[in-house]
């Protein structure tokens, strides 16, 4: 069972170059999310999704954008990389509305700039 | 944002329990606290969760104050492999905001 799925695992980038991470789900669940992690640090939310072509910010949303055309897929695209987006990115995903409903979350994709 | 606060570390010896405590004072009545760990180079884990009540899985149990203002995860014996960083989360309108959670060093 896949669960989430993050590529790539590892990139490096230079400075203002542009990409986007991947992440997909197959638990069918309406609930995605984008965190980022720097070293010694907790997660912090970048942007989120609640349905098929519905986004919100999160904590931390500049730099980055993303889209939800379908329940499975949701990309983060970077458009300028700038060295303090160096960083741990984590993609989750729960099932339907509720606190109580666990976040799944992916393995990650380590990405550096330089 | 309601917040949690975690001591940095904890030691245990395995087999042994281990009580990871957390401390949620400004915690409001919708929030279920959530626990997740990290491994080294994984995306974080569920481990439990909870509203008032205590609960227990395979995992591990969840022993929340009758005031919520606190409460404690327990691993009942402690493996090599539960070594990690522990992040207590209030879960609050489908948001998790994680701190800086508790390292759990356990020894052979």
């Known amino acids: 069972n896949a669960g989430v799925t993050q590529t790539p695992k590892f990139r490096i980038l230079k400075i203002g170059q542009s990409m986007t991470l991947q992440c997909t789900q197959d638990?069918?669940?309406?609930?995605m999310y984008w965190y980022r992690q720097d070293p010694g640090m907790g997660l912090k939310l970048i942007y989120y999704s609640v349905g098929a072509g519905i986004t919100d910010k999160g904590e931390v949303p500049n730099g980055y954008n993303v889209s939800r055309s379908t329940t499975e897929d949701f990309p983060l695209r970077l458009e300028l990389a700038a060295p303090s987006q160096t960083s741990v990115y984590f993609c989750?995903?729960?099932?339907?509305?509720?606190?109580?409903?666990?976040?799944?979350f992916g393995d990650g994709t380590r990405l550096s700039i330089l | 944002d309601a917040k949690t606060t975690q001591p940095n570390s904890m030691e245990s010896n395995e087999e042994e329990p281990v009580h990871l405590p957390c401390n949620h004072s400004t915690i409001s009545g919708t929030d279920y606290i959530h626990w997740y760990r990290q491994l080294p180079s994984q995306g974080p884990e569920y481990v439990i969760h909870g509203l008032t009540s205590n609960v227990n899985n395979r995992m591990a149990s969840l022993a929340i104050a009758e005031d919520r203002k606190s409460s404690t995860l327990i691993l009942h014996r402690a493996t090599l492999r539960d070594a990690a960083v522990y992040y207590c989360i209030l879960y609050s309108y489908g948001k998790l905001t994680f701190g800086q959670g508790t390292i759990l060093t356990v020894h052979p």
């Open positions: 989750a995903s729960s099932a339907g509305q509720g606190d109580n409903q666990p976040q799944h």
């Open positions: 638990m069918n669940h309406n609930y």
